[in-house]
């Protein structure tokens, strides 16, 4: 067990690649931690599509022997922490695990909103912050402006300032020093009853739940019963040790130590994230108290998810069971469509979010998906005073007995170049924002901040944000709350027949824009038949917008004259191919991207 004056619980905050897992990389190669055999670059993010897409979407913790120049021993902990506004809640949980944060800082980007937003959620958690500017190597480095823009903004003296680059390596010693000296050891009573937070939970097929914990008081051992507080359930410790590379088993853990549990326990919604785990005595008054847990991650976007092949419906529910063992935030139920069969429909963090699990239902269980337009969850009163909440179109109420609707609004912050301002507000605008404040980070320099509706943001906002800005914009946002909103539901029928899946729910003053722009892009998308489709937007029943796809007798190989057999042969599988992506919805064959278009009619 280590000394608590001897360990150092930390974590890194910082904007989407500012080269958080670069760094942690080079602290993990200084301390030795890894043989270079383990080493390979970005070692934290190790879930295939992570390191695909470059983003860091789980936190991770890792311990790190460091000999400080003091030529003391100190035990220093690292929780990884993710940088995408879809997965705040990860850092938060990152947070309340550790007594300082390294808010790193890209020297050629400088403060970006994802900067803003992690740093007030590490000043709120009272952490001890360790200001270091990255990636100072590289030609556009602005040192001076970023070392400017970080004092303005936490206050601190020049010289605290580290200057470091991942990549080369340079100034990791001094970043070492820094976290041994800055950050407080962690303080807990070593005598009083054992708890500890938990703030991370995997599963595993051998061992069930594994939870990730941070020791507050006391000492865990084997063979101790403990209690999961939230969830009321009680076990034996099987195992417990600390998290290097792999996890390496231990006879205690003891105070501000940061490591694994295991206990048998085969459901890891058990070892909720957040809960406090602790030594159980029987009687009253006998028990610690629970610690501060921290708010349940909640679903931001909806939508659902049909197989392509009826016959996949149970690998699906299995992959999705799959995942949830994981992903405490996936939420699903089974639900079924008329255009699609059944399927499920899920919540997600964010839209990002969703794309990552499609991605991985599609790429680690071979499932063919279709996925309905995402919505975000409304809430509608009655006329009789009776509230319901809405995230399925399809559920709908009859418009006669809606009082009124809500939505969920967003305060999101823009910081942007000033140049940009003009093009940010007009965005805002189109986007139903509500201007709060402007405020000047530096003298270019702009952080704007609006209350969106969701719906308005969660799509291709921050898309758009970043080719009107010319990529340098950033955003970042959180709930509010709800206000009452002129919404209706627009619904797509394809030759007469409304087809579910495709409905959304809109605001009236652009419910005649979005159902113009659907059909155009449906009409492009939707191959010609042999007979003539007509694709219809309507609201209320009442038809506002249509288009027609042409009839036309289709086949490839009409143009391959003459004899050459392979090449028709080609063709034909390459229509077949085709047709495998195609859902038919009555008579007609509607491609699988149409039910995804409809969200990417802006581009
Ligand atoms: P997320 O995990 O997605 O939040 O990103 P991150 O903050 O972990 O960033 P990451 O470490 O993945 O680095 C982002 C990019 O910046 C990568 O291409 C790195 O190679 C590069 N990078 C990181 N540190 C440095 C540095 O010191 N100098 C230079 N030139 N590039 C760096």
């Not at 219809?536 to 288009?547: K, L």
Request: one cysteine or more.
């Amino acid at each position: 067990m280590s000394d608590p004056k001897s360990i150092r619980n930390f974590c890194i905050i910082a904007h989407i690649d500012h080269g958080k897992s670069t760094l942690a990389d080079r602290m993990l190669e200084a301390t030795a931690t890894l043989t270079s055999k383990q080493m390979r670059a970005q070692v934290l993010d190790s879930m295939e599509l992570e390191q695909e897409r470059g983003i860091t979407i789980k936190a991770h913790a890792i311990t790190m022997d460091y000999i400080a120049e003091d030529k003391q021993k100190y035990i220093l902990n690292l929780v990884d922490t993710p940088g995408h506004v879809d997965f705040s809640y990860e850092v938060s949980r990152s947070l309340a695990a550790a007594e300082g944060a390294l808010l790193v800082i890209d020297a050629a980007q400088g403060v970006e909103a994802q900067t803003l937003a992690n740093l007030y959620l590490a000043v709120d958690a009272d952490l001890e912050i360790i200001p270091v500017i990255n990636k100072i190597d590289l030609p556009s480095a602005q040192v001076d402006k970023v070392t400017q823009q970080i004092v303005d903004l936490i206050g601190c003296d020049e010289e605290e300032i580290l200057k470091v680059s991942a990549k080369e390596g340079v100034g990791i010693d001094a970043l070492l020093e820094a976290i041994v000296h800055k950050v407080p050891p962690p303080k807990g009573d070593p005598d009083a009853l054992p708890r500890a937070l938990i703030f991370d939970s995997m599963y595993d097929n051998y061992k069930g739940a594994i939870a990730y914990i941070r020791v507050v008081d006391g000492t865990f051992k084997p063979d101790m019963e403990i209690l999961f507080y939230q969830t009321d359930k009680r076990y034996l410790v099987e195992e417990l040790g600390v998290l290097r590379l792999e996890k390496l088993p231990r006879k205690q853990l003891g105070v501000g130590e940061v490591g694994y549990l295991v206990t048998g326990c085969k459901e890891i919604r058990d070892t909720r994230v957040g809960d406090t785990v602790m030594a159980f005595r029987k009687g009253a008054g006998n028990m610690p108290t629970p610690l501060p847990g921290y708010k349940e991650p909640k679903s931001m976007v909806f939508s659902g998810m049909f197989p392509a092949d009826h016959e996949q419906y149970e690998n699906l529910r299995d992959a999705l069971d799959r995942l949830a063992l994981n992903d405490a935030s996936l939420r699903y139920d089974a639900e079924s469509s008329t255009a699609l069969g059944f399927g499920f429909r899920c919540g997600f963090l964010g839209l990002l979010h969703m794309e990552i699990i499609q991605e991985r239902l599609e790429r680690e269980f071979d499932l063919n998906l279709v996925s309905t337009v995402p919505s975000v969850r409304f809430k509608v009163v009655h006329t009789d005073g009776k509230e319901e909440w809405l995230s399925n179109p399809v559920d709908f109420p009859d418009p006669g007995m809606i009082d009124h609707i809500e939505e969920p609004i967003v305060r999101g912050q823009v910081i942007t170049p000033d140049e940009y301002v003009g093009p940010v507000m007009k965005l805002a605008r189109e986007r139903r924002g509500q201007f709060v404040s402007q405020e000047y980070i530096e003298t270019t320099r702009v952080n704007l901040t609006y209350d969106f509706p969701l719906a308005e943001v969660v799509f291709d906002f921050y898309d758009r944000l970043k080719s009107q800005t010319r990529g340098y914009a950033s955003f970042d946002y959180e709930f509010v709350r709800y206000e009452p909103a002129q919404l209706s539901r627009l619904d797509i029928l394809i030759n007469g027949d409304p087809v579910d899946a495709l409905s959304m729910i809109v605001h009236e003053d652009k419910a005649y824009e979005w159902g113009r722009k659907v059909v155009d892009k449906l009409k492009d998308l939707i191959p010609r038949q042999m007979f003539e489709v007509a694709i219809q937007a309507a609201v209320n029943t009442r038809v506002i917008a249509r288009s027609t796809v042409k009839a036309l007798r289709k086949n490839v190989t009409a143009k391959c004259y003459g004899g050459d057999i392979t090449r028709k042969r080609k063709l034909l599988e390459k229509q077949k191919e085709g047709k495998k992506r195609m859902k038919r919805l009555g008579s007609v064959e509607v491609p699988q991207e149409a039910f995804l278009a409809v969200l990417k009619v802006d581009s």
